[in-house]
């Protein structure tokens, strides 16, 4: 087991790359792919379980709040492209990586964001489709009106191939 995921070889392979990543970019301290929902599929091993499972809310957070402006200021569509969020000490860029999956990146104050966003594209062109959070299916009991559900999805499901 890695201790970045449930031990698959997807799961490896993902934390390779994105190990890769934070090798290939200057300043890059974490990386974590995390569901549209905020539920952290792979981290980087530098990053505690706890702090990525932060950094996943946070970072679905600042997407959604994204989808929002993009809804009511942009093209209508909802779509986003990337968010980035600028504090002391650091910066966290959020890109779009399939369907339902984002790449997180938290990187020094002095980080080129043309060299992270251009590394960040490249990781996601590698993964390609294969990358994506698949919706969460029913499995609970219903009770009146309310039906109860219960799922997680790993980094073995972002990266299973899609049937559709």
Do not use: Y
């Amino acid at each position: 087991m890695t201790g970045t995921g449930i031990g698959t070889t997807a799961d490896d392979r993902l934390t390779w790359l994105m190990e890769g990543l934070l090798e290939r970019t200057p300043g890059a301290r974490h990386a974590l792919v995390l569901s549209r929902d905020g539920l952290r599929l792979c981290r980087t091993p530098e990053l505690s379980v706890d702090r990525a499972d932060q950094l996943s809310a946070i970072a679905a957070g600042i997407q959604s709040l994204s989808h929002g402006a993009s809804m009511e200021f942009g093209d209508g569509s909802g779509g986003v492209r990337s968010a980035m969020a600028e504090f002391h000490g650091g910066v966290l860029f959020i890109v779009e990586a399939g369907e339902g999956a984002h790449l997180a990146l938290v990187t020094d104050e002095d980080a080129d964001p043309g060299l992270v966003g251009h590394n960040m594209s490249e990781l996601i062109e590698q993964l390609g489709e294969h990358l994506s959070a698949k919706p969460r299916h029913r499995t609970g009991a219903t009770t009146g009106a309310t039906t109860t559900t219960t799922t997680t999805p790993t980094a073995a499901t972002a990266l299973a191939p899609r049937t559709s």
